[in-house]
């Protein structure tokens, strides 16, 4: 899982850097939903740019929404993108 995640992140680097937007790569463990709040808490952080799968009232009732969570207690703007 750990090499797995460190691809993905490789690879979304890359592409940033193809388009000219300054990273900083992070691989945190533990709740994504409050990971995410705790650093726009620590760094200064401006903006939120977050995916949104779409699972329906009833999987976000069980399972949370990341997207749901993080849009509703952020201190900056947050941008969902579906």
Known sequence: MD??????????EAKAKK???NVTLRMEYGN??????NMVKDEK?????IG?????????FFLGSVSDK???HATCPV???K
Do not use: Q, W, Y
């Open 3 to 12: 090499e797995s995640g460190r691809r993905i992140l490789t690879a979304g």
């Open 19 to 21: 388009a000219a937007v």
């Open 32 to 37: 994504p939903a409050d990971k995410i709040l």
């Open 45 to 49: 952080i401006g903006l939120i740019v």
């Open 52 to 60: 949104h799968r779409g699972l329906g009232a009833a999987a976000r």
């Open 70 to 72: 993080v849009s509703r």
């Open 79 to 81: 941008l969902i993108v």
